[in-house]
């Protein structure tokens, strides 16, 4: 059972209406020992989606840390709140939303903020959500998508203070009219992708398994079982799982499929972050 969910939202973000609490209580409810708050820091997001708020998904690190420690303090603890009597450690992190010019501003904010964990995100192409159908207009899904993981590349070398890659083939869930049909990114971006993982793998930081995947109807996580794969081949072992709740009934979903995907590719452990340093927690065989 994996007992640490280390992505999720709360109404800090912008497409998320539920408060801090409540999801810690939801956490609680799902008997996790830990979770991470990774707010929406998708700096510059593209105007023309939101045009009345210029802070669209760009949460104000000080209020999100504010909250936190009040949460925290809730048991009288540094780190750890109480409430349902249970006892949850509750991780201050930020997802990253790359873009090339954001590397220094990204910088700052790390070195400024008591973070515990960010996660880097490729939400965007040319500055193009692909959440829009419009963004796939004028590209077939291959050119797209080779964009896409080829943007992801460069941030992530540009791109200095992360320490895991978000669901990476995150984009495959927009492909218009993709009737049933689950495109195999890995199949067709193998080069781009060993490049990516092999750049994880050799930085020291960790790939991501989100397993709002199955939420959407993927029926697998981000990535796919084939990059999963393929990033154990090149010697890849660190791995966070996280559930990208926005809502409370959403913490943890997908977290048993996912552990049994996992361990049947030889994965051992998975990582969680305080204070942006790693602790690696072997997957038990227990599962209640
Ligand atoms: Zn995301
Ligand atoms: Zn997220």
Request: a negative charge; glycine letters at 8%; one cysteine or more.
């Given at each position: ?23 810690v209580a939801?956490a609680q409810k799902?008997g996790?020992e ?40 809730l048991a009288?603890h540094?780190?750890a709140g109480v409430m349902n009597n249970s006892r949850i ?200």
């Amino acid at each position: 059972m994996i007992r640490y969910d280390t992505h999720m939202h709360s109404s800090f973000s912008t497409d998320s209406d539920a408060s801090m609490e409540s999801m810690v209580a939801g956490a609680q409810k799902a008997g996790l020992e830990g979770i991470c708050f990774t707010e929406h820091m998708d700096l510059d997001y593209p105007r023309q989606y939101f045009p009345s708020d210029p802070n669209a998904f760009a949460a104000d690190p000080e209020e999100v840390f504010r909250e936190i420690r009040r949460l925290r303090g809730l048991a009288g603890h540094d780190d750890a709140g109480v409430m349902n009597n249970s006892r949850i450690s509750i991780g201050f992190g930020l997802e990253f939303g790359m873009q090339p010019h954001l590397a220094d501003r990204f910088h700052d904010i790390a070195q400024s903020c008591h973070l515990d964990y960010i996660v880097a995100s490729q939400h965007l192409v040319d500055s193009m959500d692909p959440y829009y159908p419009e963004a796939w207009e004028g590209f077939t899904p291959d050119e797209l998508i080779s964009r896409y993981y080829q943007e992801m590349l460069s941030n992530i070398k540009a791109m200095k203070e992360w320490d895991s890659l978000a669901h990476m083939d995150y984009i495959i869930r927009y492909i218009p009219n993709q009737s049933g049909h689950v495109y195999d990114s890995y199949e067709r971006h193998s080069d781009v992708i060993d490049e990516i993982l092999r750049y994880v793998i050799s930085s020291g930081k960790c790939l991501e398994v989100n397993t709002a995947g199955y939420k959407y109807g993927l029926g697998q996580p981000n990535p796919s079982p084939a990059i999963l794969k393929r990033y154990r081949q090149l010697g890849g072992e660190r791995i966070t799982v996280g559930a990208d709740a926005h809502a409370p009934e959403h913490i943890a979903g997908g977290f048993i499929q996912a552990e049994k995907l996992l361990l049947s590719l030889g994965f051992r452990t998975y990582s969680v972050f305080k204070q942006r340093r790693m602790r690696e927690i072997q997957f038990s065989s227990i599962s209640s």
